[in-house]
């Protein structure tokens, strides 16, 4: 064996161990090695006329009394949620049909279900702090929105618009395809029917307001065209949401009461409920 031998083997057992020190030490915030990371937070609304989010954007789904998810044999193990979960003041046992896998001492919590992180009061910090402040800024945008003016926005091809969408500000939205604005509906609740789509055209800000309900026949459609993005569109409904089976929804829904998804529907957007929301088999995406 010459001097390189000899040199050469004790810096490659100590590379070798260094390496290993550094892979050993790798891992995401819940606190375990190989532990999926929390998902980037997505796309938010920029710009004149916007609802600002605040921390509450960093969740997809945002609730204060719990989040229910039943799945089906095929998604027991596919990510239908993309994008972070959040419950407070709720505890985690709130969190319901997720598995989640919380590490010692973790920050968060993983589930097959969810392309992103889970979060609850009673993890570690800085998890509750951010939390409640998240909670805050829900609803202080749910307040912003709810008194915002309203500027007509209008129909496509030259209609003009009303403080309410729908033939006589019924909140009928089916058939309409509706241009950006901030449109009113006061105690008036707005609603999608059997048979029927809604097209929100054009790039800009649409803001929905309502002290009545949202509810979303199955197998209905909200479509986006010629600019319009999911991160733009806001639905302040102050009573209960309802997005029907195998329907899609696009925006940010922001209640203060319960959202629920009935079996198979989907959404690119985010939900916040001031109270619980519950899901069947759906696909949530953050914008």
């Known amino acids: 064996m010459n001097k390189f031998d000899n040199i050469s083997k004790p810096l490659m057992w100590s590379t070798t161990l260094v390496l290993a020190a550094i892979l050993a030490g790798c891992g995401g915030g819940g606190g375990g090695t190989g532990v999926p990371s929390p998902a980037p937070i997505g796309s938010t609304c920029t710009g004149t006329g916007c609802v600002d989010l605040g921390t509450a954007a960093n969740y997809v789904i945002l609730a204060e009394a719990g989040v229910t998810y039943t799945p089906t044999a095929t998604t027991t193990s596919t990510p239908k949620i993309t994008g972070n979960i959040g419950v407070s003041p709720a505890a985690a046992t709130t969190i319901a049909g997720f598995a989640?896998?919380?590490?010692?001492?973790?920050?968060?919590?993983?589930?097959?279900?969810?392309?992103?992180?889970?979060y609850?009061?009673?993890?570690?910090?800085?998890?509750?702090?951010n939390l409640t402040t998240a909670v805050n800024?829900?609803?202080?945008?749910?307040?912003?929105?709810?008194?915002?003016?309203?500027?007509?926005g209008g129909l496509a091809g030259g209609v003009p618009g009303t403080a309410c969408p729908g033939t006589g500000g019924t909140g009928a939205l089916g058939g309409q395809t509706i241009e950006p604005g901030v449109y009113t509906c006061g105690g008036v609740s707005l609603a999608i029917a059997s048979g029927t789509a809604v097209t929100l055209s054009g790039a800009g800000v649409y803001v929905f307001k309502t002290a009545?309900?949202?509810?979303?026949?199955?197998?209905?459609?909200v479509t986006l065209t010629n600019g319009?993005?999911?991160?733009?569109?806001?639905?302040?409904?102050?009573?209960?949401?309802?997005?029907?089976?195998?329907a899609h929804m696009e925006g940010n829904i922001l209640s203060?009461?319960?959202?629920?998804?009935?079996?198979?529907?989907?959404?690119?957007?985010?939900?916040?409920?001031?109270?619980?929301?519950?899901?069947?088999?759906?696909?949530?995406?953050?914008?």
Request: glycine fraction near 12%; proline fraction near 7%; aromatic fraction near 6%.
């Open 100 to 118: 989640l896998d919380l590490p010692a001492g973790g920050t968060y919590s993983t589930s097959t279900l969810v392309n992103g992180a889970v």
């Open 120 to 129: 609850a009061p009673g993890y570690a910090p800085p998890t509750p702090a």
């Open 137 to 152: 800024d829900k609803l202080t945008a749910y307040n912003a929105a709810a008194g915002m003016a309203t500027t007509g």
């Open 212 to 221: 009545g309900t949202l509810t979303q026949a199955a197998n209905t459609q």
């Open 228 to 246: 319009a993005l999911p991160q733009n569109v806001f639905w302040q409904v102050a009573g209960a949401v309802s997005i029907g089976a195998g």
């Open 256 to 287: 203060a009461s319960n959202i629920a998804l009935v079996t198979g529907a989907t959404l690119k957007g985010r939900l916040y409920s001031a109270t619980d929301i519950a899901m069947d088999a759906n696909t949530v995406t953050q914008p």
